[in-house]
C-alpha cells in the first residue's frame, strides 16, 4: 500500500471516529476498578452517622481495627472515637468533588472541598463492608517555602526502613515502598511512574495542593518537590487484603512536624503500586 493511500484510508478512519485519533499503548489497556455499590451504601451510612454524631450506628459501621486522625494530625482509636465522635472538616459534602474505587477487599472514598480533603477507607470482612481508616489533611493556603524531608542522604526510607516485614506481602510492599522515596528523592520519573497507579493522588499538610500522578511527574521534572517529599519512617503497620494493602505509618521529617501517613498499595501484574497518599502533620507532636 502507498503511503498516500495509507494516509487516505487514515483520514477516513479519523473522521469517522469523530475527528478523534485514538492511539492505543499497553499502558492506556489498564481500567482502574470502579467501585463496590455495596462499599458505596457503607460509605453512606457512615457519613450519615457520623453526620448525627449516631454512636449506636457508627458502633455497627467500624471494623475492629478501625482509627481516625482529623487535620490536626489527632488520632483516635475505635473506642476512644465512639467514647466521643470527631467532628468532620467537611461539614456537608454536597459540594465536594469525590473519587472511589474498590480493590478487592479494600476500598476508599475521596472527598475534596477547598483546602479540606477527608479520606475514607473501607475493608470487606465476612462479606461485610466497614470503615477501617479515615484521614484528614488541611492544605497550606498558599504554596510552601519549605519542605520537610529526609536529608540529603535519605538513609531512612531509601535505603532502609523501622519496619520488619512479618509475610512475604509486607517484604514486597516495603520494598516498593523504598524504591518509590528513592526514585522521588532522585527525581526519577520514569521509575517513579511504574511505582504508582494511574489513580494516584498525593495530599500533605506540608502542600497547597493535591497531586495526581502526572502533576507529581512534572514537579519531579522541573526539580521541584512542592512540600511533599520522602520522610524517615519510624514505625508503622500494615494490613493485608489479598491483592490490596492498608499501610499506616508515623514519620518525622528533618525539619517541621511529625507526620502520620495512610497509603494504599495494590498488586497489579505481579508488581505492587501505591494509588495514594495522605500525609497529616501531627500539631500537637512539635519537635
Not at 493511500?5 to 481500567?31: D, E, H, I, Y
Not at 456537608?92 to 479494600?106: C, P, R
Amino acid at each position: 500500500m502507498s503511503t498516500n493511500l495509507l494516509m487516505r484510508n487514515l483520514r477516513r478512519f479519523v473522521l469517522a471516529c469523530g475527528g478523534v485519533l485514538l492511539l492505543w499503548s499497553p499502558a492506556q489497556a489498564f481500567q482502574v476498578p470502579a467501585a463496590d455499590p455495596a462499599m458505596l451504601q457503607a460509605d453512606a451510612a457512615f457519613v450519615q452517622a457520623l453526620a448525627k454524631g449516631d454512636k449506636a450506628a457508627l458502633d455497627k459501621l467500624l471494623d475492629a481495627e478501625f482509627t481516625w486522625t482529623d487535620y490536626n494530625g489527632k488520632s483516635m482509636t475505635r473506642a476512644q472515637f465512639l467514647q466521643t465522635p470527631g467532628k468532620p472538616a467537611i461539614a456537608s459534602e454536597a459540594a465536594a468533588e469525590h473519587k472511589q474505587y474498590t480493590y478487592g477487599d479494600l476500598g476508599n472514598v475521596q472527598a475534596n472541598q477547598g483546602r479540606a480533603h477527608a479520606l475514607r477507607i473501607y475493608a470487606k470482612r465476612g462479606g461485610t463492608w466497614k470503615a477501617i481508616d479515615y484521614q484528614e489533611v488541611m492544605s497550606l493556603e498558599n504554596p510552601p517555602t519549605a519542605t520537610p524531608g529526609a536529608g540529603k542522604d535519605c538513609e531512612n526510607p531509601c535505603k532502609k526502613i523501622l519496619f520488619t516485614p512479618k509475610t512475604e506481602t509486607e517484604k514486597q510492599v516495603a520494598t516498593a515502598y523504598s524504591k518509590l522515596e528513592t526514585a522521588a528523592m532522585a527525581h526519577n520519573s520514569p521509575v517513579f511512574a511504574t511505582l504508582v497507579g494511574d489513580e494516584f493522588v498525593a495530599a500533605s499538610s506540608n502542600s497547597n495542593k493535591v497531586y495526581d500522578k502526572q502533576g507529581r511527574i512534572d514537579d519531579f521534572n522541573h526539580s521541584k518537590m512542592a512540600g511533599v517529599a520522602p520522610t524517615p519512617l519510624m514505625s508503622g503497620r500494615m494490613i493485608a487484603f489479598g491483592d490490596a494493602v492498608l499501610m499506616i505509618s508515623e514519620h518525622i521529617p528533618d525539619k517541621g512536624l511529625p507526620l502520620h501517613v495512610t497509603r494504599i498499595w495494590v498488586r497489579r501484574n505481579g508488581n505492587w503500586v501505591e494509588t495514594l497518599s495522605y500525609q497529616t502533620s501531627v500539631k500537637d507532636g512539635k519537635r
